[in-house]
């Protein structure tokens, strides 16, 4: 689960949320939502039985595209970067400040986060949880890693004793997965976001949360 998704209670809400939502109105379908770990989340949609997409703020990449379908992208994104302590870690020094041994850095296991910190700051350490809001919550981490929109979102609803010191561009989109011979849903899915956004609608989802 991606902080795109929230809990409210026992209900899942957020951007994501919406965007499915949407989809499943225009296609007439009631929508069910699932929860997973996000490492988990290609793996389930791939064999099938668990869930028939996904949306979690997933990073169309080539490797994912070897196991699932990706509908076309609903949110083009990057990577933001947060620190507890913004005196320390700034804009200017954090690529220098956080690639240091004895410094640990927060990550989204199986997340374009994860590697972009295993390959630029190779000599701090990676800590590794399941979800975004857990990189936030773990104190004894000095910088956490995640899209940006996920960060600004967590930011804003959860953390505000947290800075983001940097977003870092790479143009990564956010698509749904589909098995690989489910193209049938694919199409269906692809044909409502069009319609989704030639009608604003998802721009206005936008809006609404970031």
Same mark, same amino acid.
């Given at each position: 689960m991606s902080s795109l998704v929230n809990l409210e209670g026992s209900?899942?809400? !957020? /951007?994501? &949320?919406d965007v499915m939502k949407a989809i499943g109105q225009k296609l007439g379908l009631?929508? *069910?939502? =699932?929860?997973?770990?996000?490492? @988990? +989340?290609?793996?389930?949609?791939? #064999? !099938? !039985?668990?869930?028939?997409? @996904?949306?979690?703020? +997933? $990073?169309?990449?080539?490797?994912?595209? *070897?196991?699932?379908?990706? #509908?076309?992208g609903y949110y083009t994104d990057g990577l933001g970067f947060a620190v507890a302590d913004a005196q320390k870690y700034t804009k200017a020094n954090y690529n220098t *400040?956080? %690639?240091?041994a004895g410094v640990m850095i927060a990550v989204q296991s199986g $997340? $374009?986060? *994860?590697? /972009?910190?295993?390959? %630029?700051?190779?000599? @701090? $350490?990676?800590? #590794?949880y399941d979800t975004s %809001?857990?990189?936030?919550a773990a104190l004894q981490c000095v910088a956490a890693i995640s899209n940006d929109a996920v960060v600004g979102?967590?930011? =804003? &609803?959860? /953390?505000?004793?947290l800075t983001k010191i940097d977003t870092i561009s790479t143009g990564?989109? /956010? !698509?749904?997965?589909?098995? =690989?011979?489910?193209?049938?849903?694919?199409? #269906? +899915?692809?044909k409502a976001l069009k319609e989704l956004k030639d009608e604003g609608k998802i721009d206005n989802i936008?809006? =609404?949360?970031?």
């Amino acid at each position: 689960m991606s902080s795109l998704v929230n809990l409210e209670g026992s209900d899942f809400v !957020g /951007y994501d &949320m919406d965007v499915m939502k949407a989809i499943g109105q225009k296609l007439g379908l009631s929508v *069910e939502f =699932k929860n997973l770990k996000f490492d @988990a +989340i290609i793996p389930a949609v791939s #064999a !099938g !039985g668990q869930c028939d997409c @996904a949306i979690s703020g +997933i $990073t169309i990449n080539p490797e994912r595209k *070897e196991q699932v379908n990706f #509908a076309d992208g609903y949110y083009t994104d990057g990577l933001g970067f947060a620190v507890a302590d913004a005196q320390k870690y700034t804009k200017a020094n954090y690529n220098t *400040e956080l %690639n240091k041994a004895g410094v640990m850095i927060a990550v989204q296991s199986g $997340t $374009t986060g *994860e590697d /972009y910190v295993k390959e %630029n700051f190779p000599n @701090a $350490t990676r800590q #590794a949880y399941d979800t975004s %809001n857990d990189c936030f919550a773990a104190l004894q981490c000095v910088a956490a890693i995640s899209n940006d929109a996920v960060v600004g979102n967590l930011i =804003k &609803m959860s /953390y505000s004793s947290l800075t983001k010191i940097d977003t870092i561009s790479t143009g990564e989109e /956010y !698509g749904i997965a589909i098995k =690989k011979d489910n193209k049938e849903l694919l199409d #269906a +899915i692809n044909k409502a976001l069009k319609e989704l956004k030639d009608e604003g609608k998802i721009d206005n989802i936008q809006s =609404k949360w970031f």
